[in-house]
């Protein structure tokens, strides 16, 4: 019988002791590793730079799609993966999704990794 993946609350904020302060135990260890694994992906970090550096802030699943080159069935499953750790949040408005990045909890990830990173 297969492993069963373990299945934590990824849409809360990254609220873990930060790696440098002490050995993490195996959930908080889990819970940045999950987060660490939605990004560890090249295409999702493109997106993840489209999103913050964006002018509007936001931008629709068709205009990343053609920014990154891939279809936008590819770009949905990146999108939800990133969604998935709370990297990114989503919005319909008629035809369209929109996402934007969750700058809250990408600076929790890094303060997570490094407390004096971001200072």
Same mark, same amino acid.
């Given at each position: 019988m297969p492993k069963a993946l373990p299945v934590i609350d990824m849409s809360a904020p990254v609220c873990c002791? @930060? *790696?440098?302060? +002490? @050995? %993490?135990?195996?959930a908080a260890a =889990?819970? *940045?590793a999950l987060r660490l694994k939605a990004i560890a992906d090249p295409v999702r970090v /493109? =997106? =993840? !730079? =489209?999103l913050l550096t964006? @002018?509007? +802030? $936001?931008?629709?699943?068709g205009d990343l799609a053609a920014a990154v080159g891939v279809?936008? !069935?590819? *770009?949905?499953?990146?999108?939800s993966q %990133?969604?998935?750790a709370g990297l990114v949040a989503s $919005? /319909? /408005?008629g035809m369209n999704t929109f996402h934007r990045a969750r700058r809250d909890a990408l600076a929790a990830l890094c303060v997570v990794l490094d407390p004096n990173c971001c200072r």
């Open positions: 002791t @930060p *790696v440098a302060a +002490a @050995p %993490l135990d195996d =889990l819970e *940045v /493109r =997106l =993840l !730079s =489209l964006s @002018p509007a +802030a $936001e931008e629709n699943s279809g936008e !069935s590819t *770009v949905s499953h990146h999108l %990133l969604r998935t $919005e /319909r /408005r």
